[in-house]
Nanobody
Framework: QVQLVESGGGLVQAGDSLRLTCAAS????????MSWFRQAPGKEREFVSA????????AYAESVKGRFTISRDKAKNTVNLQMNSLKPEDTAVYYC?????????????????????WGKGTLVTVSS
């Protein structure tokens, strides 16, 4: 049974940092591109960042480029999202998702459609 479990969310102030972690189990982690999406209250889900299955490429939404960094740890089967200089508009539920043998750019272009697995999310709240 595949599980993606997000952690690391919380309440922070604008300008602070947070590190989200997604722990994957039940899949061949190295064969999956991993990604982060978010959904703010009353808004559509949006792409945040992705890392290709071979870790050969990454992609970021324009709104987070330069502030967020995605990485994966093959030994731990985890994908991390380091979020710096957080803004109130970053407030959302952040979801981890996996797509077999995908590229980061394809995940970004597809906007989350066709992902194989999703986590249940972790809430990030940034106060002003």
């Amino acid at each position: 049974q595949v599980q993606l479990v997000e952690s690391g969310g919380g309440l922070v102030q604008a300008g602070d940092s947070l590190r989200l972690t997604c722990a994957a189990s039940g899949l061949s982690f190295s064969r999956y591109a991993m990604s982060w999406f978010r959904q703010a209250p009353g808004k559509e889900r949006e792409f945040v960042s992705a890392i290709s299955w071979g870790s050969v490429g990454t992609a970021y939404a324009e709104s987070v480029k330069g502030r967020f960094t995605i990485s994966r740890d093959k030994a731990k089967n985890t994908v991390n999202l380091q979020m710096n200089s957080l803004k109130p508009e970053d407030t959302a539920v952040y979801y981890c998702a996996a797509d077999a043998l995908a590229s980061a750019q394809r995940i970004k272009d597809n906007g989350g459609s066709g992902m194989d697995y999703w986590g249940k999310g972790t809430l990030v709240t940034v106060s002003s």
